[in-house]
């Protein structure tokens, strides 16, 4: 967390310089530290436009702090699953091996490199393929695709949504090639380290090699995207603010990319700010979930979601234990997914109500800046740039928060297990 204030100061300081700036004056300082700290968090709510604001040196500050908080993120969360697997007993930690063979308890170098690895494999695929089309699509030169297509490449993996254009990527709502390369990279970024060295490990291998948290990762998120693709396209299907005005085809592309940006992307190709309200509730819902956890994605995660679902489902069913994929998950695991969420749910509803009262926006408006904000999403209804310095610093730390703090949270319960020496009377309250 320090390592990342530290980070937030530096660039804080980098963007106030008078260079940093297209005017060749220093931006205030609200302005800078927002900038910096959506940058580092990954977020991409900006209070200021990208291209028209920033200089090229100010983009380059910003993409840079994007790329250290994307990978500085992915590895402090998979260093802190090695911290986890060593502090807990032998016998457990076996057992945690043998579950999640995404991070054993080996050469931290190696987790680090293969940090690392993933990162520069998928943004220069996601480069390749943007700068080519850039340069041969809409006539750019070879400089300018390269520029635009490592920075939006860099931008869509670590899930910031970062764009060079003032109206995001809404001129290729129907560039297949944009838009599917974007809706990609940003899965990618959003599975998770762990995820992908596993894959790699049993490419070949039966899917019973799978640990549980890939296999939950890879359904909850594919689950996800089906049913946001569906629901968001259906809702916006004949709204002519949104989807109306496109062909069927354009209408299917926007809706499945719309579906990927809530994961903690924060690019779009609509105008957010016309969706529908039940749109804006579906986008609302997405982010809080987010996406794997040891990524680049945002939100409580969607392991932590399907626990609890798998825990509601398992309590409905009347049977003791949870059971899933073939695996029983302990009563900690589930107490640790209650305990996220509900802090959570917490913190978004409580700074919900200070930017109620002292901003004039409504609670459609509010909630889903709020939630953009604390799931590290970076969409916004457009009213961003239009909120008191009060709020803004408030957001500004709500990111960080959101950022640091689920992460944080749940390997300090992991790590904090204490075994009691008696137990007090049962008592059974009424529940319901």
């Not at 750019?140 to 695709?145: E, F, P």
């Not at 948290?213 to 689950?223: E, F, M, P, Q």
Request: glycine content about 10%; proline content about 4%; some cysteine.
């Amino acid at each position: 967390m320090t390592a990342f204030a530290y980070v937030v100061a530096a660039g804080t300081a980098l963007l106030m310089l008078p260079a940093a700036t297209e005017s060749g004056e220093s931006p205030d300082f609200v302005t800078a530290l927002f900038t910096a700290t959506s940058s580092v968090c990954v977020t991409g709510l900006i209070v200021a436009d990208t291209p028209g604001y920033w200089s090229t040196f100010g983009e380059l500050v910003i993409i840079a702090l994007v790329q250290v908080g994307g990978l500085g993120i992915m590895t402090l969360a998979s260093l802190l699953g090695l911290l986890i697997t060593r502090r807990i007993g032998l016998r457990m930690r076996l057992t945690a091996q043998t579950e999640s063979k995404a991070l054993e308890s080996g050469d931290m170098r190696r987790v680090l490199a293969g940090v690392a690895l993933v990162s520069i494999t998928f943004e220069t695929i996601t480069a390749v393929v943007l700068t080519a089309r850039f340069a041969s699509g809409y006539g750019y030169d070879t400089g300018s695709a390269v520029y635009h297509g490592v920075f939006h490449a860099i931008s869509a993996f670590n899930n910031a949504g970062f764009a060079l254009y003032p109206d995001s990527l809404t001129r290729f709502v129907t560039d297949p090639w944009i838009c599917v390369t974007v809706s990609l990279a940003v899965i990618a970024g959003g599975l998770g380290f762990p995820v992908w060295i596993e894959l790699w490990r049993h490419s070949r291998g039966s899917l019973r090699r799978w640990s549980l948290h890939a296999k939950i990762t890879l359904s909850t998120t594919a689950s996800l995207l089906v049913l946001g693709t569906v629901a968001i396209t259906a809702l916006e299907w004949n709204n002519p603010d949104t989807l109306g005005r496109l062909g069927v085809g354009g209408r299917l592309l926007a809706g499945s990319f719309h579906a990927v940006m809530p994961r903690s992307a924060g690019y779009n190709t609509l105008e957010v700010g016309e969706f529908e309200s039940g749109t804006l509730l579906v986008n609302d819902i997405l982010m809080f979930i987010g996406g794997g956890s040891a990524g680049t994605a945002g939100g409580i995660k969607v392991t932590t979601f399907a626990l609890l679902a798998f825990v509601v489902l398992t309590e409905i069913r009347g049977e003791p234990t949870v059971h899933v994929m073939g695996r029983k998950v302990p009563s900690t695991a589930q107490r640790q997914a209650l305990a996220v969420a509900l802090l959570s749910v917490g913190t978004v509803l409580a700074v919900t109500l200070c930017l109620l009262v002292i901003t004039p926006f409504g609670l459609d408006a509010v909630l889903f800046e709020v939630l953009s904000a604390f799931a590290t999403v970076g969409l916004s209804t457009g009213i961003t740039p239009h909120l008191p310095d009060a709020a803004t610093v408030l957001l500004t730390l709500l990111m960080f928060l959101g950022r640091i703090g689920p992460i944080t949270l749940a390997s300090a319960l992991a790590l904090q297990t204490h075994r009691r020496h008696y137990e007090l009377p049962e008592e059974r309250p009424i529940v319901g």
